[in-house]
């Protein structure tokens, strides 16, 4: 036989009370909860909207990213959650730009501009979300994207709300 069991009998305690190694458990249970914290998902809303906003429908299925948002209520023009103009300020005028609103762009994008030379994984890419309430008139929206494009957003997202909510 190429194995022998032991001559020897095992050694078994009575009816005594077990004791339970807690430092494994621990163990076990640190490495469950760093496992289901790396894995978790953040998918649930990256947009914060103004509770005024209302969004347009759509059946757009795109996730959206996190990028500089610029939202258009029916009453004001919201630059990165700080109100920047009043809506018929940014109507009035001929000029399509919208000073107010390229001062705060221009603004951030200095900001951005000195984050990026302390850290070389985030640069200045010109990403832009505008969220505009579905009773706006399209020329705000016009003027707002021109504007952007003139501050150098270039990459320019419109967000809606999906119609499956």
């Given at each position: 036989?190429?194995?022998?069991?032991?001559?020897?009998?095992?050694?078994?305690?009575?009816d005594?009370?077990i004791?339970?190694s807690l430092t494994?458990?621990?163990?076990?249970?640190?490495?469950?909860l760093?496992?289901?914290l790396?894995?978790?998902?953040?998918?649930?809303?990256?947009?914060t909207?103004?509770?005024?906003?209302?969004?347009?429908?759509?059946?757009s299925?795109?996730?959206?990213?996190?990028?500089?948002?610029?939202?258009l209520t029916?009453?004001?023009?919201?630059?990165d959650?700080?109100?920047?103009?009043?809506?018929?300020?940014?109507?009035?005028?001929?000029?399509?730009?919208?000073?107010?609103?390229?001062?705060?762009?221009?603004?951030?994008?200095?900001?951005?501009?000195?984050?990026a030379?302390?850290n070389?994984?985030?640069?200045?890419?010109?990403?832009?979300?505008?969220?505009?309430?579905?009773?706006?008139?399209?020329?705000?929206?016009?003027?707002?994207?021109?504007?952007?494009?003139?501050?150098?957003?270039?990459?320019?997202?419109?967000?809606?709300?999906?119609?499956?909510?």
């Amino acid at each position: 036989m190429p194995f022998a069991p032991s001559k020897r009998k095992p050694k078994r305690k009575g009816d005594g009370p077990i004791n339970l190694s807690l430092t494994s458990l621990m163990d076990v249970f640190t490495i469950i909860l760093v496992f289901l914290l790396m894995s978790y998902s953040s998918e649930g809303e990256i947009l914060t909207a103004d509770p005024r906003l209302k969004l347009p429908i759509s059946t757009s299925a795109q996730s959206p990213k996190l990028k500089l948002s610029v939202q258009l209520t029916t009453d004001e023009v919201i630059v990165d959650g700080v109100k920047v103009t009043t809506v018929q300020e940014a109507m009035s005028g001929e000029d399509y730009l919208i000073k107010p609103v390229l001062a705060a762009l221009e603004k951030n994008t200095e900001r951005m501009k000195f984050i990026a030379k302390s850290n070389v994984a985030l640069k200045f890419t010109g990403d832009i979300v505008i969220m505009g309430d579905e009773h706006i008139p399209f020329i705000l929206i016009e003027r707002v994207m021109y504007t952007c494009g003139q501050a150098g957003y270039g990459n320019i997202s419109l967000a809606v709300a999906s119609s499956d909510k």
